[in-house]
């Protein structure tokens, strides 16, 4: 109960959804100064794309329409209570929140009038941009560590209304950067910066350590993923209890195998 009771206490003060196999605080930071820098666009294969599967090569196939329901599930909470920022969690590393929350981004994308930016602060292991077959040289650390501008870091890979500010590199003491004053104030510029986008940050998992738990006090809500037949009750159960002071939109079930024959061995 100690590490639960320690990570609760950097916390602020259900719903399940399956997917199939394939409050802020902000406090009185100095402003970061805003420049208008066009998010670069990158070209990437079809193919490629699919063989990684993220969820825009599968579109018009049955198995987006998992998305499309957790696109809209989470899209009238988020209207309900006019929240702009999601945080994604899971209970244990491997059970597919980062490819969950890239799909996710790119779905509510694809809804008229929504943009969307996801954010990679899995800073214990970050993953975002390997799903674009992409290496950035820079990226979300260079903001935090060297000052450099948000905007410059930005891509969209190809989709319309949808870009991704990556993690180039596992950040040694990225846990404390994460709650850190300068994560607080990257989180308060995106906002400024892009206030009609839908803000998703890709976090670490809850229980390996207090880094979601303690972010979580920096957007409006978080999204806990699990995987079906490996999260065991026990280990849902205490991530439960380590997120129960928090505004959970919701429990993901992801890798379910109770979907159509066709489909089911792509996730």
């Given at each position: ?184 104030e990257l989180v308060t510029t995106l906002k400024r910066l892009h206030p009609n986008h839908i803000i998703i940050y890709d976090l670490p998992p809850v229980l390996i350590g207090d880094d979601a738990i303690a972010f979580s006090t920096f957007v409006d809500a978080m999204l806990l993923v699990v995987e079906d037949g490996v ?37």
């Open positions: 109960m100690d590490r639960i009771a320690q990570a609760l206490k950097l916390a602020k003060e259900e719903h399940t959804i399956e997917l199939p196999k394939a409050r802020s605080s902000i406090g009185n930071t100095a402003p970061t100064k805003v420049e208008s820098v066009p998010i670069k666009n990158i070209d990437i294969p079809e193919d490629f794309l699919r063989k990684q599967k993220v969820i825009s090569s599968y579109w018009e196939e049955p198995i987006a329409d998992a998305f499309r329901l957790l696109r809209t599930r989470i899209l009238q909470r988020m209207s309900q209570n006019n929240w702009t920022s999601l945080g994604i969690t899971s209970v244990e590393p491997k059970n597919g929140k980062s490819l969950t929350t890239i799909n996710l981004g790119i779905a509510i994308a694809k809804e008229p009038g929504q943009s969307v930016i996801v954010v990679d602060t899995d800073f214990r292991r970050p993953s975002t941009h390997h799903y674009f077959g992409i290496e950035p040289e820079k990226g979300v650390e260079d903001v935090l560590l060297n000052d450099v501008p948000v905007a410059s870091l930005l891509f969209s890979p190809g989709l319309s209304d949808f870009a991704v500010l990556p993690c180039s590199d596992k950040i040694k003491g990225g846990p404390e950067l994460l709650k850190s004053p300068r994560m607080l999260t065991q009750d026990k280990a849902l159960k205490q991530a439960k209890e380590l997120l129960s002071g928090v505004n959970l939109i919701g429990t993901v079930l992801n890798k379910t195998e109770d979907i159509g024959s066709n489909y089911k061995d792509y996730y």
